[in-house]
Antibody, heavy 121, light 107 residues
Framework: QVQLVQSGAEVKKPGASVKISCKAS????????IHWVRQAPGQRFEWMGW????????KYSENLQGRVTITRDTSASTVYMEVSSLRPEDTAVYYC??????????????WGQGTLVTVSS | DIQMTQSPSSLSASVGDRVIITCRAS??????LNWYQQKPRKAPELLIS???SLQSGVPSRFSGGGSGTEFTLTISSLQPEDFATYYC?????????FGQGTRLEIK
């Protein structure tokens, strides 16, 4: 079955960087984009960016002010998401999700299990 | 950015009840609206896409409707496994945005 498995929880200090992996299986890796979404405690989901796995093109949320980088390793069927200059407000559960189109509407399905990133001094 | 607003934010209901959750967009999004279910400590799961297309494997008691700026998620007869948090999400234009969620609790 289609599955996305993310790397484990991280604890970082303010100003540091974190890199999370998302390993895909069960489908042709290059056939679908991968999006990243986060959910801070008590907040709604926030879309962070996406990567066209086939050609490596990316698009990021302007709200993250250039602190996010998404890359992929096609040989490992893995997408990576790095957030730099971490702040306490970046504490959140981070999810990757496969994207595809249904009747012209892009959906996220499935999602990875989530990775908790805690930013604290 | 397109703002998504769900109502109610929380809802208490009983097994067998019919429940309707509403999602409103700050501008027209045609039918580019998806619904997800999230249970505690789990990732969200896709229920409905393009406003009304039921995802494979999702029970037929779930249905979606609407277009433009107003959408609904209806659960026709609540089952114990339906108590969860539901989110709408627009895929009309980037950045993709989500509603704040509707927490469905057992009465």
């Amino acid at each position: 079955q289609v599955q996305l498995v993310q790397s484990g929880a991280e604890v970082k200090k303010p100003g540091a960087s974190v890199k999370i992996s998302c390993k895909a299986s069960g489908y042709i890796f290059s056939a679908n984009a991968i999006h990243w979404v986060r959910q801070a405690p008590g907040q709604r989901f926030e879309w962070m960016g996406w990567i066209n796995v086939g050609n490596g093109n990316t698009k990021y949320s302007e709200n993250l002010q250039g602190r996010v980088t998404i890359t992929r390793d096609t040989s490992a069927s893995t997408v990576y998401m790095e957030v730099s200059s971490l702040r306490p407000e970046d504490t959140a559960v981070y999810y990757c999700a496969r994207a595809y189109m249904v009747r012209g509407s892009e959906v996220f399905d499935p999602w990875g299990q989530g990775t908790l990133v805690t930013v604290s001094s | 950015d397109i703002q998504m607003t769900q109502s109610p934010s929380s809802l208490s209901a009983s097994v067998g009840d019919r429940v309707i959750i509403t999602c409103r967009a700050s501008q027209t999004i045609s039918r580019h609206l998806n619904w997800y279910q999230q249970k505690p400590r789990k990732a969200p799961e896709l229920l409905i896409s393009a406003a009304s297309s039921l995802q494979s494997g999702v029970p037929s008691r779930f249905s979606g409707g609407g277009s433009g700026t107003e959408f609904t998620l209806t659960i026709s007869s609540l089952q114990p496994e339906d108590f969860a948090t539901y989110y709408c999400q627009q895929s009309y234009s980037a950045p993709w945005t989500f509603g704040q969620g509707t927490r469905l609790e057992i009465k």
